[in-house]
């Protein structure tokens, strides 16, 4: 399997069959972030990798989904909200 940039390359893709990547957002320490379009239920959202360079930690990764349990449990005005959580091609986590 090739391994993925998260860069601007990937816009256009598909992701979970629901998730069409619209927009390169950035990149920080632990992942990058989409915008993209949720098709079944027509909405904007955000969709954040976890960073390439993390997959080889097995505590990078539960961190990483530990991260997404708890942004689904808060619900404020000035905090993102986790709809999912998945892997991407078998390999890359997101939310």
Not at 4 to 12: A, C, K, N, T
Not at 21 to 50: P, S
Request: a positive charge.
């Amino acid at each position: 399997m090739q391994r993925i940039r998260f860069d601007e390359s990937l816009v256009g893709t598909v992701v979970e069959k629901d998730f069409t990547i619209v927009e390169y957002l950035g990149a920080g320490a632990n992942g990058a972030t989409y915008r993209a379009r949720q098709q079944t239920l027509a909405r904007d959202v955000c969709i954040k990798f976890l960073a390439v360079s993390s997959l080889s930690d097995a505590e990078n990764v539960r961190r990483f989904k530990r991260e997404a349990r708890v942004l689904a449990r808060l619900k404020h005005k000035n905090i993102v909200e986790c709809y999912a959580f998945g892997i991407f091609e078998r390999v890359y986590p997101f939310w």
